[in-house]
């Protein structure tokens, strides 16, 4: 089991940027596929971003594409998530999540594929 502590989440008017930033606790994130999900109130659990161990495929939900992206620096031990022009849907409560692996990214995009979780960051966009 790795520990996975997120960070970055936090209230941004609509139009805005917010980074998260996801680490492993005492584990190198190196051989990690790592993906981003969120859950907002009354809505069904949601794919965000995808990234593969080496950092060289990605992938993203329908709703975020070109707007969020997603990206690693692994000397770091980091997994990021930059988001911009935020939306008031876009509030939620995000989640990393990361399973050992070598496989493209779209292969991680069901939060089926991920046995490692945060605990997760809120998300808060205003109008």
């Known amino acids: 089991q790795v520990q996975l502590v997120e960070s970055g989440g936090g209230l941004v008017q609509a139009g805005g940027s917010l980074r998260l930033s996801c680490s492993p606790s005492g584990r190198t994130f190196t051989n990690y596929a790592v993906g981003w999900f969120r859950r907002a109130p009354g809505k069904a659990f949601e794919f965000v971003a995808s990234i593969s161990s080496s950092g060289g495929t990605t992938y993203f939900g329908d709703s975020v594409k070109g707007r969020f992206t997603i990206s690693r620096d692994n000397a770091k031990n980091t997994v990021f998530l930059q988001m911009n022009s935020l939306k008031p849907e876009d509030t939620a409560v995000y989640y990393c999540?990361?399973?050992?692996?070598?496989?493209?990214?779209?292969?991680?995009?069901?939060?089926?594929?991920?046995?490692?979780w945060g605990q997760g960051t809120q998300v808060t966009v205003s109008s």
């Open positions: 999540a990361a399973r050992l692996g070598t496989g493209s990214a779209t292969y991680y995009r069901s939060d089926t594929k991920f046995d490692n």
